[in-house]
C-alpha cells in the first residue's frame, strides 16, 4: 500500500552491566516510511495473549489494568491468584508473575473479554520524513529462585526495585542502550570475524 513497515525488537544484554543486562525488559519499535513519498497514516496494532502468563490455558483467571507513570502509559496483566515457583519442568509455561506494556506515546491497555494487552499507534510518513513509535515489554516475575526455601527476586530488584522504575528507567535510557548495544554487537562481530562466517553467524 505504498508504505514500509520497519519492526526491531531488541534487549540490551550489556556482559559488563549486570543492571542493564538483568532488567526484563524488551524494547518494541517500528518505524513507516512512504515508498510513493505519498502521504499515508498507519495504524499500528500490537496485542499480547494472556497465555504469556498462565499454563494450560487458564486466561479466565488473569486479571489486568493500566494507568500512567511519568511519561508512560501502561497496560498489565496476570493471573489474580499468584503462586511464584509453584511448578517447573519442560512443557510448562510460566504460570506466576505479571507482563507489562509501556509507552509514551498512543494507546496502551488492557482489555478484560480476550484476556490481553494491546498497544495502538497511529503514524504518519510522507515525502521523506518518516515517523516511529517504541513500546517497551516487561515481565516481572516476582520471584526468580526459590535459594533453601527463601523466594528471591531478580538480580534487578535486588535492593527493592519495583518494575515501574525498572521500566521507567528503560525508557529514560533507550537512546544511550540502543547506542551501547550497536556498539557492543559491532564489537563482537569483528572479533567473531575471525573463525569464519559460520561461527560468526551461530
Not at 19 to 26: F, G, I, N
Not at 161 to 186: G, H, N, P, V, W
Request: glycine letters at 10%; charged letters at 25%.
Amino acid at each position: 500500500g505504498g508504505v514500509a513497515l520497519t519492526v526491531d525488537f531488541w534487549t540490551p544484554l550489556l556482559l559488563d552491566d549486570l543492571d542493564v543486562m538483568s532488567r526484563p525488559c524488551t524494547y518494541l519499535d517500528a518505524e513507516v516510511a512512504s515508498l510513493d513519498e505519498k502521504k499515508h497514516e498507519v495504524k499500528i496494532c500490537w496485542e499480547f495473549s494472556g497465555d504469556l502468563c498462565c499454563d494450560k490455558g487458564q486466561t479466565e483467571k488473569i486479571g489486568g489494568g493500566s494507568y500512567r507513570v511519568a511519561q508512560n502509559n501502561i497496560a498489565w496483566m496476570g493471573l489474580r491468584e499468584q503462586k511464584p515457583l509453584g511448578n517447573s519442568g519442560d512443557g510448562v509455561t510460566i504460570d506466576w508473575g505479571y507482563l507489562y506494556l509501556a509507552a509514551s506515546e498512543g494507546t496502551v491497555s488492557y482489555s478484560h473479554p480476550s484476556r490481553s494487552l494491546g498497544a495502538e499507534f497511529v503514524l504518519t510518513a510522507e515525502g521523506q520524513q518518516k515517523d516511529g513509535a517504541s513500546l517497551i515489554a516487561a515481565y516481572d516475575d516476582i520471584a526468580s529462585i526459590n535459594y533453601f526455601g527463601r523466594l528471591q527476586p531478580g538480580y534487578w530488584a535486588r535492593n527493592g526495585k519495583s518494575i515501574i522504575e525498572a521500566i521507567t528507567e528503560a525508557a529514560e535510557e533507550r537512546s544511550a542502550l540502543q547506542k551501547r548495544s550497536m556498539d557492543f554487537e559491532a564489537e563482537l562481530q569483528k572479533k567473531t570475524n575471525a573463525f569464519g562466517p559460520s561461527y560468526t553467524k551461530n
